[in-house]
Every structure is written in structure tokens, then in C-alpha cells.
């Protein structure tokens, strides 16, 4: 690999596998499955396959938020993708999402599955499916929406940009971890400055904004991610502070935080769920 200082992008680009970073086994230029496997296939109307990170953590919250409100429609299995092993390239999942990113949803609670992907989508539709966590009006509803697809847009400054060059890749380049930086630091204040003024992200009410928003920019805050708390002076927003830990006390998100999660304390990683009853075995694990 040249020295950044000294590179020169190529007339055109070829692929050079590999490309080092932390996720070169499973990058690669072009779409489609690698290998045939067919997905697991559970009793509830539900299937979910993904990953405990930010994005996959986002749907499981809100899974589990529905649960809490009583609707029994929103059981679900939380089937694992390992996308460190190329599970997302499978046959199986690529037929769920082409994109070949967690998290995936099928919904067979109808005549004919639905696939849903993109959590932004997940969310939306898994609201109105169960109307809830989305205002009825037609201003509250259109600001929840500007935040949801806010986070959209803003987080792969986040991760793919600044947690990428910060945490993942091979060398260190001043120039990246700089410019992505400031980007955060200013979507920080964005949040920040909103939250001044309101309890939630959109407003008075606990919306599939703030689910969407939390597993990002409220596990930043509260040092979950890339190991950089100290290095963007998370301490200074004391709004999102607040806004993070107000979330993190809910139950639901207590135990959406925990569905296919692969790092951390064992006896908060519930890698599947198929039932209610599944957290219960963890909470004896974790007392024992």
C-alpha cells in the first residue's frame, strides 16, 4: 500500500484483494451471493436476520417496544447473521436484501412474505404495520421523519467515515480521522442543540426517531463505540447525556440491546430469540 501522502488514484481502478482494514474478507465490489444457504425459518409472523450492532439493534428495540405495548402480532425470531463470516452473501439472505447488509425482515403474516430492508424502512414500516411510535398528525409525523432519515443520512459519517479511519483501518491517516471527526462532532451538536429544547428527538414523544437515532449517536455518547469517548469529548453534550440515559432505562431497549449481540458481558448476549421467555434464561445467567 503507497503512503497516503504519496498515492495517486490510477486512470481506473482495479480491485486489490486484499485491501487490508478489519472487514477486507468480506469487502468486495459486486453485489449477489457468494455461496448457496437457505435462511432459518421460525414460528412467529416475524423473521428477523442481523447483528447486534447499531443499525441491527435499532429494529430489535423497536420489536421489543411493540412487545411491551401488547402487540402480539410483533413476535418475532431473531435469527444471527455473522457478517465476519460472509453470512450476509448467502443465497438465502440475498433474496431478503440484494444489498446484502443487516438487518433483513420477512414478514409472513400475510398471504405472500414482505421483505424489508434498510432499518430506516424496518422502522417506518413496523410503525404504521402496528401504528405506533409515530405521531398521527401530519406535522409530528413529518418530524419524526426528518429525524429518521437524518440519521440515515449522518451515520455512515460516523461509521463508515469516522469509526472506519479511527478505529479500522490499517494505517492512520491525520487527513480522514480529522475530517470525519469535525463531522461528528458538529451531528453531536446538532442533537445536542435540539435536545436543549426537547425531551425527545421529535419532539414530546418517544418516537422510531429516537430508536433510530440511540444505537449510533446515544452509544457514542456513552463510550460503546470505537473507543473514541475521550477523543470527541462526548462529555460536553450534556442534552444527548441526558436523552442516552433516559432511553437506556427502558426495559424494551434494555433487552433490544441484547438480541444477536456477539461482544461484551456473555450474560448480555442473547445471539437468538425466538421467545419472551429467552431474556429470563439470560437474567438467571447473569444473577447466577
Do not use: C
Request: no cysteine; glycine share 10%; charged share 25%.
Amino acid at each position: 500500500m503507497a503512503d497516503s501522502h504519496d498515492y495517486q488514484p490510477p486512470k481506473v481502478w482495479t480491485w486489490s484483494n486484499p485491501n487490508g482494514g478489519k472487514f477486507s474478507s468480506t469487502n468486495r465490489p459486486i453485489a449477489g451471493a457468494t455461496h448457496e444457504k437457505d435462511l432459518p425459518v421460525g414460528k412467529h409472523p416475524l423473521q428477523l436476520y442481523s447483528l447486534g450492532t447499531p443499525n441491527g439493534v435499532k429494529v430489535t428495540i423497536l420489536l421489543e417496544e411493540l412487545l411491551a405495548l401488547g402487540h402480539k402480532g410483533a413476535e418475532y425470531d431473531a435469527w444471527l447473521i455473522k457478517i465476519g463470516d460472509g453470512d450476509q452473501f448467502g443465497s438465502g439472505f440475498v433474496e431478503v436484501n440484494p444489498n446484502s447488509k443487516i438487518p433483513a425482515l420477512l414478514d409472513r403474516s400475510g398471504p405472500k412474505p414482505i421483505r424489508v430492508f434498510e432499518s430506516g424502512s424496518i422502522l417506518l414500516y413496523l410503525a404504521e404495520k402496528f401504528d405506533a411510535f409515530i405521531p398521527k398528525d401530519i406535522a409530528g409525523r413529518t418530524e419524526t421523519l426528518n429525524w429518521l432519515f437524518w440519521q440515515m443520512g449522518s451515520a455512515p459519517y460516523l461509521g463508515g467515515g469516522f469509526g472506519h479511519f479511527y478505529a479500522y483501518a490499517p494505517t492512520k491517516i491525520e487527513y480522514a480521522i480529522d475530517r470525519f471527526a469535525m463531522e461528528v462532532k458538529r451531528e453531536l451538536d446538532v442533537l445536542d442543540r435540539r435536545l436543549a429544547e426537547n425531551a425527545y428527538i421529535a419532539g414530546d414523544q418517544y418516537t422510531i426517531a429516537d430508536i433510530a437515532i440511540f444505537p449510533w449517536y446515544g452509544g457514542l455518547v456513552k463510550g460503546w463505540s470505537y473507543g473514541a469517548a475521550e477523543f470527541l469529548s462526548v462529555q460536553e453534550y450534556k442534552n444527548v447525556q441526558r436523552w442516552a440515559d433516559a432511553i437506556l432505562a427502558r426495559t424494551a431497549v434494555k433487552r433490544g440491546r441484547m438480541v444477536n449481540r456477539l461482544t461484551g458481558d456473555p450474560s448480555e448476549q442473547l445471539r437468538e430469540r425466538h421467545e419472551a421467555s429467552d431474556f429470563d434464561t439470560k437474567t438467571q445467567d447473569k444473577m447466577a
